[in-house]
């Protein structure tokens, strides 16, 4: 069982930037963050899993967040990062952080979250413009 608390949403004008946080109770494979906006369905925004075989943090973001966004992990202290840049109003949403085996974040399908078993309770990003 793993607990996962968010922080660092808020409200930011357009071009702004914010910092996601997500703690975590213990140690995660694969840790991810996915949004919801009002009507519509959860999307995936960045996923990360520590590849042993070449030392580095594997990664992968939805198109959306491509150059805006980056998604990273302190493992030592167990908690995720989401910095995101350039926001626009669009990705005004409830930010989810979620944590899943670490071959979800190699799964095409990561993006639906059906992988990932642990989420938090989710942080409000409000961007206007």
């Known amino acids: 069982q793993v607990h996962l608390v968010e922080s660092g949403g808020g409200s930011v004008q357009a071009g702004g930037s914010l910092t996601l946080s997500c703690a975590a109770s213990?140690?995660?494979?694969?840790l991810g963050w996915f949004r919801q906006a009002p009507g519509r369905e959860r999307e995936g925004v960045a996923v990360a899993a520590i590849d042993t075989t070449w030392n580095k943090t594997w990664t992968v973001y939805a198109e959306s967040a491509m150059g805006r966004f980056t998604i990273s992990r302190d493992d030592a202290k167990n908690t995720g990062f989401l910095q995101m840049n350039n926001l626009k109003p669009e990705d005004t949403a409830m930010y989810y952080c979620a944590a899943g085996p670490k071959y979800a974040c190699y799964a095409q399908s990561w993006s639906k979250g059906a992988q990932f078993g642990y989420w938090g309770q989710g942080t409000q990003v409000l961007v206007s413009s």
């Open positions: 213990g140690a995660t494979g694969c």
